[in-house]
């Protein structure tokens, strides 16, 4: 069997933009909901350099085994090579996210 797949998680959260690395994205049992898990954080003392958003975001998420995210919520989902840095941004900053369109409530 090869190496496990990684993947590049988009997702808006309280004004924010988080992008994540996690190796297990699948739709959730919960209805509306992307299933995320296995986050990929850099080990400790990996480097020289200590990312601050890397460390805010290892400390956020240090107990969590899933994430269930609002499918709404989701911006993208990449299937990447090798993982990058991961970041934390306002989400206002040069993103123009869609709502997700649903249909018309009934009358």
């Known amino acids: 069997m090869g190496a496990k797949k990684l993947y590049k998680v988009t997702f808006l959260h309280l004004g924010k933009c988080y992008e994540l690395y996690a190796r297990h994205v699948v739709s959730s049992a919960l ?5 995320i898990g296995e ?8 480097g ?19 994430l269930h995210l609002p499918m709404q919520s989701v911006v993208r989902i990449e299937e990447v090579e ?26």
């Open 39 to 46: 986050l990929v954080f850099e080990p400790v003392g990996s």
């Open 48 to 66: 020289l350099l200590v990312d601050p958003s890397e460390e805010r975001l290892r400390e956020e998420f240090a107990d969590t085994r899933v």
């Open 31 to 35: 209805w509306g909901f992307t299933e």
């Open 82 to 107: 090798r993982k990058g840095a991961i970041a934390i941004r306002d989400a206002g900053d040069g993103q123009k996210v869609m709502p997700f369109p649903m249909p018309p409530k009934p009358r």
